[in-house]
């Protein structure tokens, strides 16, 4: 794939990931069809069908994508922010997502939201801290997964706390607050 076309579908994928979170804003997950996707997208069906299976895929396919980029462009200027070698560093990035746009958050993980969302966004939480912490640790594969899950439960449950309080708490007290309760047990296996 060239770069035109690589650009190309960049852009699809970001306009449908954008079309879905507007909707969300508007509504419950549960009452957004494709339809709605792609007349607000203004994507044609055979489009949408190219880059993923359903909503539910689009959903945390290109979340996943969209924290990674974020994660990739941390902000290393921010002087609250842990250092990059840190661990839990990827975290710092997320709580300041949920901080900056709680309303999205809100849509995803506060009380309204479905199971389904909840797992979806487990699952991309999940995905994110296996890429971020795999090899990190002097742990076997079961032990890790179990490990990874913990935390993306954790982390789920910290997004929905940042988004739900009213102001949203702080990246930097959200991440102090999960590092100091998970952070020993995990430093202590760091390789």
Not at 22 to 46: C, K, M, Q
Not at 103 to 130: D, F, P
Not at 157 to 175: F, K, S
Request: aromatic fraction near 6%; avoid cysteine.
């Amino acid at each position: 794939m060239n770069e035109k076309t690589d650009r190309r579908v960049r852009r699809t994928r970001a306009t449908l990931h954008r079309a879905l979170i507007e909707l969300l804003l508007e509504r419950p997950y549960e009452r957004i069809t494709v339809r709605d996707i792609l007349d607000r997208a203004d994507v044609g069906r055979s489009t949408f069908y190219a880059h993923f299976r359903d909503k539910d895929d689009l959903l945390l396919v290109s979340s996943t994508e969209y924290l990674r980029a974020a994660i990739t462009a941390a902000r290393p200027e921010d002087p609250a922010a842990p250092p990059p070698s840190a661990p839990l560093a990827p975290l710092y990035t997320l709580f300041g997502l949920a901080a900056e746009n709680p309303e999205v958050y809100r849509a995803l993980l506060g009380r309204k939201a479905g199971g389904q969302l909840l797992r979806a966004t487990r699952g991309m939480v999940g995905r994110v801290l296996t890429e971020q912490l795999s090899g990190r640790f002097a742990m076997d594969d079961e032990e890790f997964t179990a490990m990874v899950n913990f935390l993306s439960w954790g982390v789920v449950g910290t997004l929905g706390a940042i988004a739900d309080a009213d102001p949203p708490i702080p990246a930097e007290v959200a991440y102090r607050r999960l590092a100091e309760l998970v952070g020993p047990g995990l430093l202590d296996r760091l390789r």
